[in-house]
């Protein structure tokens, strides 16, 4: 298994009620933006981001929901091979904390047992004035405590950030702290529909270089 | 690795406290909510309603999607793909009793064998992922240009398949494989010189510019003649050579084939090779239609359409336009509704027996018998080194049984991500009309090829079984019995009567009857009317269509024709099919490394891209992509679409 290439391509599904700023999260690593009011999807396909770790340098092919997690109908095809999973929730949503905890129980049914799961409380910036001037907890908009974050955290066995998509706060250690904690792996494990994809190119065929012969020739029906 | 300083959030008050002095939550503190799932689709309207997740419906959802109409798309299973899902072992299970409960329309006759106990034989369920209609994807076919061009490709992963086995003679003696040429296919050394020129002769007949006046006219004149005849009076070839192009190249599955259909099918396979690699064939990993069906939806999800899974359709007005669904949702339905036949719901029963048996041209129905076996085996012996899957083809009258149409088999081990490794599904099916033959000729073929991969691996034999190779008596065959027996079928307790033999190991087995209006020959989708395909048979003023369940070909060929027919009916034309220019992603290409990659992939995407079909067969520079000399693979993609793939040509795709 030997990867001229230093780069290895993780896999990570991004999981949480809608409008917790899973895409928001996501596009603040991905291009250092936030914009207000987003849309609630994101591109075609995936997005993707390098991602530099001491030596090792580690490419996030990031999969968005696209809603399909709305009513329960994620494909199989999203887990699969799924390296790395972000559970996203509102710290300023209870209901999101709570969606978050069967997100986590989602994953590990569904994915392969040696995914890297982190749990991410977002929108920090709503609560980051709390402990000046108003200093009122009353008013404050934080309803899940750091606390209750890292317990589940910590009873599920994974990492835990709380962050801001809005102003950038803690972001990029998300992925860093996913990026250490994925195990460098190339094996294939036991299990083909869960296992890692990492390493396991054998016989796969790489569609894009002959894109264009294809689209100019269309075929099957051929008039003959 | 510091993420935060969590020291200077305790100062915080807020922090300090429990979240429950909060405000109370609307929700009680993690409390009840296991399901996150909201119930209601929270809609007032769509433009279109689609049931079903089948590969066409989803392609169709994806494609309205793109273009701007919002799509609510619905399966009343808890899985996608409807009836060309990818299951694992279990949802097989409870597929085959909903299918003997008469639930699952258009199926019949599903029976599952799984031997010995839960010590015996042991298997964990999710690692299975099977197809219920298995196909292939030529290298050069219009399903795979879409893929591309709609991008889907990023979620799939595609593997090669070269060969392919044709049994003959009760042996397995043809193959092709290992070529690196057209030329090569047929490079048996017990050829005599005359039947290599005879060979090469139609070779270069095929291989022709369609527009070629002697081609045409020597088509023109052969076009009620069988293929069969066809080879024999102008070509003067032999029937090992025959049988080859026609059954095993071509994929035909009857003698009575006629001559332009066929030789279409022999062109898709000779033009597909050397596309991108010594192969003409692949299948994608983890599953076909099914795999395939996901992608779409998920493109579909990205481009706007709304999902929702175990939902039905309730009732419909089509006065108020108002569509109930079984989760209590009213939502109006601006255009039309697009219902799969195994998402029928009950209220429109009539109106679609109406539709299909009307008195002016009833359509006839088709029957796909299809027999699945997981065997503990990889079968390496019928593939190539670097390749995880082959095709066995039975021709006409080649079986014990006296088959008279073709047995394909499509053998896919562990490599593909079906099932784990040390293990290979076969998926057999056949046209056959006549039920009880179609499964004898399953079961009969089944035998064969487990009787040849014993005889190949027989002088391993001694060294490979132990004692739990042999524990398993009851035997396999779930066909080659009275029919008394199989239709009294019952799950797990079946067929423990049968004559023991000493045989291959099997982990499950699982045999139906699929029915289809689509012709086998696919003339009623690439030649569709009014009065043979019930997508255009209903009418203008309904809103609603009836898609078809998909047919018996091996291939791909016909889905996206048969979507393109859906998408005029709704939107008056399918020019605009995909008309996307997906412009996102294109924010990374800073890396060095990457960018040197991406210029040899574009170097040999411009040595490939002035390869003409017509004379693919005296060009000749390999680039033998796919192998392990380009691990980088899909990693670069991403930079590549600055350069070409989907921006210039993608009005081409077209047929």
Known sequence: ?224 | MPPFSRVERRESMAERRPSMSYTPPVIPHLEGLEKPQQNHIELDQADVLILGTGLIESILAAALSWQGVQVLHLDNKSYYGDSASTLTIDQLKKWCIEVNQGKLPNFQDAQIYIPGGKSTNKFKSKDYGIDLTPKIMFCKSDLLSLLIKSRVYKYLEFQSLSNFHVFENDDFNKKISNSTSKEDIFSNNSLSLLTKRNLMKFLKFILTDNKNPEKKQLLFENSKQTIIDFLKGQFNLEDPQINELVYSIGLCIKPTTKTPEAIAKIKRFLVSFDVYGNFPVMISKYGGPGEISQGFCRSAAVAGTIYKLNTNLVDYDPHTKIAQFSDGSNIKINEKIIISPTQLPKFLQSTYNELVNDEISPLPTYNITRLITVVRRDCKEWMSDQESSAIVVFPPLSLPTQNNQSVQVIIQNGGTGICPSGQSIWFSHTSEPDLNRAKLDLESAFEKMEASLLRETESNLEKNLNDEDFKINSSANIYSTTPIMVNSFKLGEHLQNFVPKEKLEIVCKVGFVQKTLINPDLTNVFQASESNNVILKSPASSDIIFTNMLSSELSYDGIITETKLIYSKITGSDEDFFDVDFEDEDDEGNDDYTRSSTTTTAANTIANAHIDDANLVHTKSTTSIGDNSNDIAIDDDDDDDNHEPFGTDVDNMEL
């Open chain 1, 1 to 224: 298994m030997s990867f001229p290439n230093p780069t290895t391509s993780v896999k990570l599904v991004l999981l949480g009620e809608a409008a917790v700023g899973k895409s928001s999260l996501v596009l603040r690593f991905v291009s250092n933006e936030f914009q207000e009011n987003k849309e609630p999807t994101i591109g075609a396909a995936f997005l993707t981001q390098k991602c530099t770790i001491g030596s090792k340098v580690i490419k996030y092919e990031i999969w968005d929901t696209a809603g399909q997690e709305r009513f329960a109908s994620l494909a199989p095809m999203y887990y699969r091979n799924a390296q790395a999973a972000i559970v996203v929730y509102d710290i300023t949503k209870p209901a999101s904390f709570i969606k978050a905890r069967h997100w986590v129980k989602e994953l590990h049914e569904q994915a392969s047992k040696d995914i890297t799961i982190a749990l991410v409380g977002n929108k920090y910036d709503l609560v980051k004035n709390d402990s000046g001037e108003e200093d009122d907890s009353e008013n404050s908009l934080r309803k899940v405590s750091i606390e209750e974050g890292q317990n589940l955290a910590d009873e599920e066995g994974i990492l835990f950030f709380e962050t801001s998509a809005k102003d950038g706060f803690n972001v990029n250690e998300v992925f860093i702290g996913i990026g250490n904690h994925i195990p460098e792996s190339n094996n294939n494990s036991n299990n083909p529909l869960g296992g890692n994809s990492n390493g396991n190119n054998e016989g796969r065929i790489d569609l894009t270089s002959n894109a264009n012969n294809i689209n100019r020739s269309g075929g099957g029906e051929c008039a003959c």
